[in-house]
């Protein structure tokens, strides 16, 4: 952490579209976002975006059950989620880093409890969601001890989620010889 006042934009912009995508109820807005914000997370090094990424990723299985996306219980969170994100960017606006912090966390605590209450989920729903930011991060090419550590997930978790998806076959592979030869292209060598 200590990198949001330099990321101070990034974050408002990132925290402005994730409660537009949480009002419009838009699942695969939200799955898209969490993917896009996992990588931020990854290039920046910064756990925050990771907690953005699992609030949007939560949302978007939260909207897919018709049970929970009906529920009064479902609506008073994302009032308090839409309060607290404004409580954030706020945050932002007066260089409060710590209350920032405070305030997506505390977000992120407030799904899970909601997930723990109204969800028939297997595993807690913010958890998978950071499983599969981690996937997301590590399918980009870092490595597991480090994404491991920055979704605060652990290896075997992650290991085991990856291969039982199909994330792997989304992305292309390529041998080291074609790798490097990319990168002396880009560095003009």
Do not use: P
């Amino acid at each position: 952490m200590g990198k949001t006042m330099e990321n101070r934009e990034l974050f408002s912009e990132k925290v402005r579209q994730l409660r537009e995508f949480i009002h419009k109820k838009n699942g695969s807005s939200l799955k898209m976002y969490a993917d896009e914000v996992a990588e931020i997370a990854l290039l920046e090094r910064d756990e925050r975006f990771i907690v953005l990424a699992s609030l949007a990723y939560s949302f978007s299985k939260f909207h897919e059950k018709t049970y929970i996306d009906a529920s009064k219980e479902l609506d008073e969170l994302i009032e308090n989620i839409q309060f607290e994100l404004a409580k954030a960017a706020e945050a932002l606006e007066n260089d409060d880093e710590k209350e920032f912090t405070r305030l997506i966390f505390g977000s992120e605590s407030m799904v899970r409890d909601l997930s723990a209450s109204l969800g028939r989920y297997i595993i807690n729903l913010t958890f998978k969601s950071r499983l599969k930011a981690a996937a997301r991060m590590y399918c980009h090419g870092a490595s597991l001890g480090v994404v491991c550590t920055l979704a605060k997930v652990d290896k075997d978790e992650l290991s085991n989620y990856i291969g039982h998806t199909t994330i792997s076959d989304k992305y292309e592979t390529m041998s080291v010889r074609e790798r490097m030869g990319k990168v002396f292209a880009i560095l003009g060598k």
